[in-house]
């Protein structure tokens, strides 16, 4: 499991069901951004690149995913200059196989 809710839980101060709902925001926008990134990425797109990391940034720092988020953060930087495409392209297969993977894991988890 790379996700804790922790973060969430402090939130949610024993809401279940806003757990739930956090959880599948996630479930419902990050997939999208990260979908959107990569074709960002595809196509040299600096500026959707560096906004879509950026919004996926807080997503997965909710779900405690320190590593992903520090990740998305190296993109997001890399993203306001144009002389790091090589960089990102490098960094963002680690960025969605963690997000697919915590995708899958609270899909199961949590059966939504």
């Given amino acids: 499991m790379i996700y804790n809710l ?10 279940q069901d806003f757990v739930i709902s956090v959880i599948s925001v996630f ?3 990050v997939p999208v951004d990260l979908e959107g990134l990569e074709k960002a ?3 040299r797109d600096y500026e959707n690149v560096y906004k879509l990391a ?11 995913m320190e590593q992903t988020r520090a990740t998305a953060l190296e993109i997001e ?5 144009t002389a790091n495409m090589d960089e990102i392209e490098q960094k ?3 960025l969605k196989k963690d997000v697919l993977q915590v995708v899958s894991e609270l ?3 949590f059966d939504l």
């Fill in 77 to 81: 930087t890399l993203g306001k200059n």
């Fill in 27 to 29: 479930l419902e926008e």
């Fill in 92 to 94: 963002f297969p680690l």
């Fill in 54 to 64: 950026h919004k996926i940034k807080p997503n997965v720092d909710l779900l405690g």
């Fill in 6 to 15: 922790d973060k969430i839980n402090e939130m949610a101060e024993g809401d």
């Fill in 41 to 43: 990425i595809g196509e």
């Fill in 107 to 109: 899909q199961k988890d």
